[in-house]
């Protein structure tokens, strides 16, 4: 039998640092009580040191990390889920624990690997940029890899019996409130003083950030606060993030207010209650306590019963909270600040976690929604990441992917993708132009879509792409711009196969070359016609065929194929269909502008469902599918469980 083992749990305070000189086998301690008192440490022998959670000691001048390295031992262990939170620096730091010198200096580790693998991973790298980059990787990998043991969840033969996990990044409008200010703090001396160097730069990215949430957070709600933001840029007092929740509910507001004055809270009214009907439970974190005060506010409304754990709540109180929430059905959500309740907490009583603000380390947000996908979980679990899209917000969410490819480039796979540019501090103050809704017939592609080549966009329109009922309901949201499948970015293996995603891409090319060419077709009849009605009496109309209807909108109306095809062969040199030029892909390009004509006069005319579609055009070859599925969206669009022409 093993012997019992001599075991000491020292108190936080440093009363106790003489029990240091006993004999023991393990000694336990906080990493607060080694940084404020390390002399007892630093002057004894160990024969092993076991940090866990090392990434604490990411920081190399923290004075965690300097006293953690003085420690006298021959055998040294550092176990961490995130070795790279936000740079290649960090992970420098904790081998320097683990095995001083091996990565060299910080000077030269930073100038021979960390900038070149970093310049290499932009998408304007030169290929010298990029070759030296995935050199560095390889090398480094072999330096490290030795002395890195490497788990993944996933490789974890237990996790594969666990349900499944999907995640998904809702991109959000601002609300007409919301863009007003917005635009209104990019133009205050605030800003131009932070572009010129000569103000704090976390400072106005915190207002935007809070302005991206919820109007409240910057401005008091009711009365004159606002118009005089949107005049000078700023307001004189503001509540602080500290004050009690009970202050801000002393005001009273419509459900319906509280909600129309944000984008996301206005896609979050849509989604909670459809998982309440559906019997979820819900874990949602948002970044500062006053916005989890106006999310309360929107669940007392309700009239949902629920929980709540922040910086306030007590320690001790918290696994209590912990254990009621997750044994008592009848709560239907824990609302929890992204800091306290993002990190060592099991909540796998709640099968649905909703990021309501990013965080700048892609790691903090990873932390926070594995809270419920965790051993003991029976249920799927769905996560939702709402992002603001064309603000500040979705340049943290594009860091944040950036930040994942350069760790997965030394700890993974060498060759990653390369999907974001080198951009200026000019870059997070800017604000893009409205896309609109997708309730309203907008393609859903924000920049971050545009920065991927569409590869993870969810195709709302498509009926095959596996849309749950969440999904669908909240498509009925005036406030939803797009939607992303997050999957895509932290898996070298996505949902999609590489050649699907390449039939996709394809498919997305084909569409908008028949657009263009039925906008043509339009454009020549309707100047043709034109000169006709000029120079003769009475009206005469272009030979259309039967199938085709009087010209409405974007490609309602064909000229032929026959017409179309001469048309479109004066464009040959310069036309491309999937990398091929020529005769044949003008070809194939005519028949596809036939065949979307024949969809717009289909769906115009019958307003016909999923099944209708199918059946009626059940001519088109398989290979053709992604294709027809392209054409149909960017015509029509479903409404109702059935097809109608965008307007």
Not at 45 to 59: C, G, H, M, P, T
Not at 369 to 379: C, N, P, S, T, V
Not at 429 to 451: P, Q, W
Not at 595 to 622: C, N, W, Y
């Amino acid at each position: 039998d093993t012997p019992l083992l001599r075991e000491f749990s020292i108190p936080f305070t440093d009363t106790y640092s003489h029990l240091i000189k006993l004999t023991f086998f393990r000694l336990q301690r906080t990493y607060e009580s080694v940084r404020r008192n390390p002399d007892p440490y630093i002057g004894h022998d160990f024969s092993y040191v076991v940090l866990d959670e090392a990434q604490k000691i990411r920081n190399p001048d923290a004075d965690i990390t300097v006293a953690c390295k003085r420690l006298r031992t021959p055998h040294r262990i550092a176990m961490s889920g995130t070795p790279i939170m936000n740079d290649l620096k960090e992970l420098w730091s904790l081998f320097d624990f683990v095995f001083p010198n091996r990565l060299g200096t910080l000077p030269a580790f930073e100038s021979e690997f960390a900038d070149p693998i970093r310049k290499g991973g932009y998408s304007n790298a030169s290929p010298m940029q990029v070759q030296l980059a995935y050199r560095c990787a390889l090398t480094l990998k072999e330096l490290i890899e030795p002395f890195l043991l490497r788990r993944l969840k996933k490789e974890v033969k237990e996790v594969s019996r666990m349900p499944s996990k999907t995640e998904h990044v809702l991109f959000c409008r601002l609300s007409s409130q919301q863009r007003n200010l917005y635009e209104a703090f990019l133009r205050s001396d605030a800003v131009a003083k932070v572009v010129q160097g000569s103000s704090n730069l976390l400072g106005a990215i915190t207002m935007l950030r809070k302005i991206c949430n919820h109007p409240d957070l910057v401005c008091e709600p009711g009365g004159n606060s606002v118009d005089k933001f949107i005049k000078n840029g700023f307001v004189d007092k503001v509540t602080s993030d500290t004050d009690d929740e009970e202050d801000y509910e002393e005001e009273i507001f419509e459900e319906e207010t509280l909600a129309e004055r944000s984008g996301k809270l206005e896609v979050l009214s849509k989604i909670l209650p459809l998982w309440k009907r559906e019997g979820h439970r819900v874990l949602l974190f948002c970044q500062w306590k006053k916005m989890l005060n106006i999310v309360q506010r929107f669940m007392m409304l309700k009239g949902w019963k629920f929980a709540r754990l922040d910086g306030n709540t007590n320690v001790a109180a918290r696994q209590r909270l912990v254990d009621t929430f997750n044994s008592d059905e009848s709560y239907f959500a824990m609302l929890c600040t992204t800091r306290t309740g993002g990190v060592g907490l099991n909540l796998t009583g709640a099968s649905r976690v909703c990021l309501y603000s990013p965080d700048w380390n892609p790691q903090i947000d990873a932390q926070a929604r594995e809270r419920a996908w965790r051993f003991g979980q029976k249920k799927e679990v769905t996560v939702y990441r709402l992002i603001t899209a064309g603000t500040v917000e979705e340049k943290i969410y594009q860091r944040q992917i950036f930040k994942t490819a350069l760790s997965n480039k030394v700890l993974q796979d060498p060759r990653q993708r390369r999907l974001f540019s080198q951009k200026d501090l000019r870059d997070l103050f800017t604000l893009k132009h409205d896309t609109g809704s997708i309730r309203n017939g907008a393609d859903g592609v924000t920049e971050t879509a545009e920065m991927t080549k569409g590869d993870g966009v969810v195709d709302v329109d498509d009926p095959g792409s596996g849309k749950d009922e969440t999904l669908k309901d909240v498509m009925k949201s005036r406030g939803l711009a797009g939607v992303f499948d997050h999957d895509f970015v932290e898996s070298s293996g996505t949902a999609k196969s590489a050649t699907a995603r390449e039939m996709e891409e394809q498919a997305k090319k084909v569409a908008k070359e028949a657009v263009k060419a039925l906008q043509k077709s339009v454009a020549s009849e309707r100047r043709f016609t034109s000169n006709l009605s000029a120079t003769q009496t009475g009206s005469m109309r272009f030979g259309a065929p039967s199938g085709f209807g009087r010209a409405q909108g974007i490609g309602a109306t064909s000229s032929g194929s026959t017409g179309l095809l001469t048309s479109l062969k004066q464009r040959e040199a310069s036309a491309k269909l999937a990398g091929t030029d020529g005769p044949e892909a003008m070809e194939n390009l005519s028949q596809y502008t036939d065949l979307l004509g024949r969809i717009k006069t289909f769906v115009r005319r019958q307003r016909p469902t999923t099944e209708a579609i199918m059946q009626h055009f059940s001519d088109v070859p398989t290979q053709d599918v992604a294709i027809f599925r392209r054409l149909l969206k960017s015509v029509a669009k479903l409404q109702n469980g059935r097809w109608c022409t965008k307007e």
